[in-house]
């Protein structure tokens, strides 16, 4: 690990694309990266998981959303870009619906 080579000993490592544990958080990290990093200061934050405020949070967007009538999120018609899927064009379509399919590109 680079920054243990260069002396950082004191890390904190947060897994910003999982909200729970999952299995890529517990080995890539925990196993690939903390024992790489052979230093008892290289931590992995906790997933959120079942916290409180964050299932609160979920319900607070739901809701909100439900109370639009929108069937998805404008973000939901978003696609990665250079992506060529046309699995993945055809599921953001389905969300999209058909008022709001001339969105998806």
């Given at each position: ?14 897994p910003v694309a999982f909200t729970s544990d999952h ?9 690939e990266v903390m024992e790489e990093a052979n230093s ?45 899927s046309e699995r993945c064009l055809e599921q953001k ?13």
């Amino acid at each position: 690990m680079e920054y243990v080579k260069r002396g950082q000993s004191d890390l904190i490592l947060v897994p910003v694309a999982f909200t729970s544990d999952h299995i890529e958080t517990l080995y890539e990290l925990d196993l690939e990266v903390m024992e790489e990093a052979n230093s008892p200061g290289v931590k992995r934050a906790e997933s959120l998981n079942g916290n409180p405020v964050f299932i609160q949070g979920l319900a607070d967007l739901a809701h909100e959303h439900l109370q639009k009538g929108e069937p998805c999120s404008a973000q939901m018609t978003l696609r990665c870009q250079g992506c060529r899927s046309e699995r993945c064009l055809e599921q953001k379509k389905f969300f999209a619906g058909e008022q709001h399919q001339s969105l998806v590109l």
